[in-house]
């Protein structure tokens, strides 16, 4: 049986050009909810956020958004959550996140979901936490960031271990099953104080 209380889903703000984004972001919110893990997200009520924190929160999920003060000036907080973190900046952002969640989920995103993706591997291949970490690549999305990767090791700048830092999954399904299998001694609650 997993160990995974919460997990923190990274996610685009837009919906993409594809209906599929935002139908597996509601899958991924029942998911969750569905296996009475808390959702962690980045506090947003627009694209895949909202439609992941909707999703979860229809189906009688925790959802917790952390948002800085700048967004929610913007009227993008998403008011219906379970709890809304505001906090001061990004950086704030994600530390509380990470603070929060068990366990992380990739979503198809812009440009944040792979900045907050890349900096949760960093700290994971620099032993900063040992938390499981899945990466759903529907329709092949992170296919760009996977060859990357692959150069990165082949070039030298990266142990080939890099690549054994996350799991990758086709479905949502697959991506929990991965997160479910992860052992318990990587979910400690103090892993990692930056």
């Known amino acids: 049986?997993?160990?995974?209380?919460?997990?923190?889903?990274?996610?685009?703000?837009?919906?993409?050009?594809?209906?599929?984004?935002?139908d597996c972001a509601a899958e991924t919110g029942r998911a969750a909810a569905e296996r009475?893990?808390?959702?962690?997200?980045?506090?947003?009520?627009?694209?895949?956020?909202?439609a992941m924190a909707d999703a979860a929160l229809a189906?009688?999920?925790?959802?917790?958004?952390?948002?800085?003060?700048?967004?929610?000036?913007?009227?993008?907080?998403?008011?219906?959550?379970?709890?809304?973190?505001?906090?001061?900046?990004?950086?704030a952002r994600k530390e509380?996140?990470?603070?929060?969640?068990d366990a992380f989920l990739a979503l198809p995103g812009g440009i944040g979901t792979l900045d907050e993706t890349i900096e949760v591997l960093t700290w994971k291949q620099l032993g900063f936490h040992d938390k499981p970490i899945a990466i759903l690549d529907l329709g092949g999305y992170w296919a760009p960031l996977f060859g990357l990767i692959d150069t990165?090791?082949?070039?030298?700048?990266?142990?080939?271990?890099?690549?054994?830092?996350?799991?990758?999954?086709?479905t949502v399904e697959a991506a929990f099953a991965a997160l479910?299998?992860?052992?318990?001694?990587?979910?400690h609650p103090d892993s990692a104080r930056f």
């Open 59 to 91: 189906a009688g999920g925790t959802v917790e958004g952390v948002i800085p003060q700048a967004l929610m000036d913007r009227e993008l907080g998403h008011a219906g959550v379970t709890r809304l973190h505001v906090v001061s900046s990004m950086h």
């Open 152 to 170: 990165v090791i082949a070039r030298g700048f990266a142990p080939a271990s890099t690549a054994k830092l996350y799991h990758v999954a086709p």
């Open 36 to 50: 009475g893990w808390r959702v962690i997200f980045g506090g947003g009520h627009v694209g895949l956020m909202g």
């Open 180 to 187: 479910a299998r992860a052992p318990t001694s990587a979910l």
């Open 96 to 101: 509380k996140m990470f603070d929060l969640s």
């Open 1 to 22: 049986m997993s160990g995974i209380r919460s997990i923190c889903v990274y996610c685009g703000a837009s919906g993409g050009l594809d209906r599929r984004y935002l």
